[in-house]
């Protein structure tokens, strides 16, 4: 009987990491029909990603040719929304034969009940990321958004994207932030005990925390920060480093 095993990445932020992380991406999703039958990609694999109606990004291309030759290898693909990478849609469906989802969602993984979501807004500290997570999420937003030539569209996302990446440096900020976030996990697991697993991302910070027996709270931590990701089996989750 075939083992299911299930592969957990996040935060890779492609098109803002230097190219050597996206090689490794590559390199990685290569891989992954070795490693195992489903890919869990939980959030910001792009740095800023916008469901055009008829506009891909050139950056991203390699990255979605890569995941559809995934695919047609026979792995499955979960796709979640991060805060950079929120407004998707049809695209990971039509074309790639994926799930997206963009809020959290409990899946059958492993034969563990599983949430996964990217975690932002669920234990943030500052009030400002607070509003700005929540404005984000506006279908409203996104469709003003939507009027916006691309290039200004892109171009706005990167300005915006430096300007966090400066905010988010600070090893104290990110201290608190995995720390809540543990704390968040565990108490919702203690709410929910029809709930096996908790996975967040979105701290870069990996962390794999007994919560009960077979229970955990799982983030794999980022894939920019030295190739960082998860694995999932019968047996639990574990952290693994590839490369």
């Known amino acids: 009987m075939l083992v299911e095993s299930v592969l957990v990445v996040a935060d890779a932020h492609l098109g803002h990491a230097p190219p050597s992380v996206a090689d490794a ?3 990685f999703l290569a891989k992954v029909p070795e490693l195992g039958q489903h890919l869990i990609i939980n959030g910001d694999l792009f740095d800023f990603w916008f469901e055009y109606k008829r506009v891909v990004s050139r950056d991203a291309f390699p990255t979605l040719s890569a995941l559809l030759q995934l695919r047609k290898a026979g792995v499955k693909l979960t796709v979640t929304g991060g805060n950079h990478d929120r407004w998707g849609g049809d695209f990971w469906i039509r074309e790639l034969g994926a799930q ?30 607070r509003i700005m997570h929540h404005i984000t999420r506006l279908p409203l937003t996104a469709r003003l958004f939507g009027w916006i030539h691309p290039d200004l569209g892109f171009w706005l996302a990167d300005r915006m994207s430096g300007s ?26 203690v709410k929910r005990p029809d709930l096996d697993i908790v996975v967040l991302s979105h701290t870069h910070r990996a962390a794999l925390l007994a919560v009960g027996p077979r229970r955990w709270f799982l983030n794999p931590g980022a894939w920019m920060d030295g190739g960082s990701y998860a694995a999932l089996t019968s047996a639990g989750p574990e952290l693994r480093k590839f490369g």
């Open 100 to 129: 997206f989802y963009a809020e959290p969602v409990e899946l059958n993984l492993a034969g563990f009940r599983v949430l996964v979501a990217h975690g932002d807004g669920l234990s943030e500290a500052r009030t400002a990321s």
């Open 25 to 27: 991406f590559h390199r």
């Open 164 to 189: 966090l990446a400066e905010q988010t440096r600070d090893a104290a900020s990110l201290g608190r932030a995995a720390a809540a976030q543990a704390t968040f996990a565990r108490n919702l697991l």
